[in-house]
């Protein structure tokens, strides 16, 4: 079984205390950083951009888990890689071509995310699951910190969990949103190892 890790988005930071909120989960034991990217136009929400994650990730040793809520996705991919991502994370609905998006962030030697809405399908990413570092699942719809969890995306962790060990892959599943002490529990027991 796979090393629980835990990735804390930033959205839920003090957005005026960024580099000492990123410290404290540092300092917490955080296995990385959960930085949310919203457009205004994917996504209702703007949160931050490639300047912010450079200026933030000269102050932490931590891996960048870079989610982009932002469309067309693909043109920024590079600007996100070279402000820092580690991981970069984007949607199926926001690149005309999944294909090349991901070659993209492979090409710039990142590590490739795509997310799942809650009522995107696990099918839209079958045929490329050999390619991608981490499945992002999201269990609230996209756009806002503060949600409830939606507990019925588990099934697509469990699905994506069964996929991965008949076909023998190692991409990493991580659950985004809602996240607390007792629904970790069900998540991890469901397949989810990033949290
Ligand atoms: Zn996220």
Known sequence: MKKIQIS???????????????????????????????????????????????????????LFDVHLMISPVHKYIEAYSEAGADIITIHPEATDDLQSSISKIKSLNKKVGVSLNPETKIDVIMNYLEQINL???MSVN????????????????????????????????????GINFDNSKIAIEAGANIL
Do not use: C, R, Y
């Not at 949310?36 to 931050?48: E, K």
């Not at 008949?166 to 659950?175: A, V």
């Open 135 to 137: 499945v992002l699942i």
């Open 8 to 62: 804390p988005s930033i959205l839920s930071a003090d957005f005026s205390q960024l580099g000492n909120e990123i410290k404290k989960l540092e300092d917490g034991g955080a296995d990385m950083i959960h930085v949310d990217v919203m457009d205004g136009h994917f996504v209702p929400n703007l949160t931050i951009g490639p300047p912010v994650i450079k200026a933030l990730k000269k102050q932490s040793s931590m």
């Open 142 to 177: 996209p756009g806002f910190g503060g949600q409830k969890f939606m507990p019925e995306v588990l099934i697509k962790v469990k699905a994506l969990k069964k996929i991965q060990e008949e076909k023998g892959l190692d991409f990493d599943i991580e659950i985004d949103g």
